[in-house]
């Protein structure tokens, strides 16, 4: 197994913007889901955007709604979470995660992913 790599992550100022990127590696299938995650410290881990590799049909947690976009480059197999109007409140270690064959029911939970990658560091100040 190759987990996947996140990197992008970085201190940026309320209002800002963040690009993460997430590569993943030798798994081509269509069938596959790329999604991120993050978790504040002392808080539990919560979805954050999910996308199907096979058609694009994108997911959102209502609190990042209308400021983050996430995207693929299918060819390069990476998926991207473009962060917007970045506030204090989004600063969390953002995952990447994939999984195969995931229902739509289950795209927001974290059990239905077998690959995680390490984690990048967001930070928001204020």
């Known amino acids: 197994q190759v987990q996947p790599v996140e990197s992008g992550g970085g201190l940026v100022q309320a209002g800002g913007s963040l690009r993460l990127s997430c590569a993943a590696s030798g798994r081509t299938a269509s069938r596959y889901v790329m999604a991120w995650f993050r978790q504040a410290p002392g808080k539990e881990r919560e979805f954050v955007a999910a996308?199907?590799?096979?058609?694009?049909?994108?997911y959102y947690a209502d609190s990042v709604k209308g400021r983050f976009t996430i995207s693929k480059d299918n060819a390069k197999l990476t998926s991207y979470l473009q962060m917007n109007s970045l506030k204090p409140e989004d600063t969390a270690v953002y995952y990447c995660a994939e999984g195969a064959g995931i229902i739509t029911s289950s795209v927001r939970n974290g059990a239905a992913y077998s690959y995680w990658g390490q984690g990048t560091q967001v930070t928001v100040s204020s």
């Open positions: 996308q199907r590799r096979n058609d694009g049909t994108t």
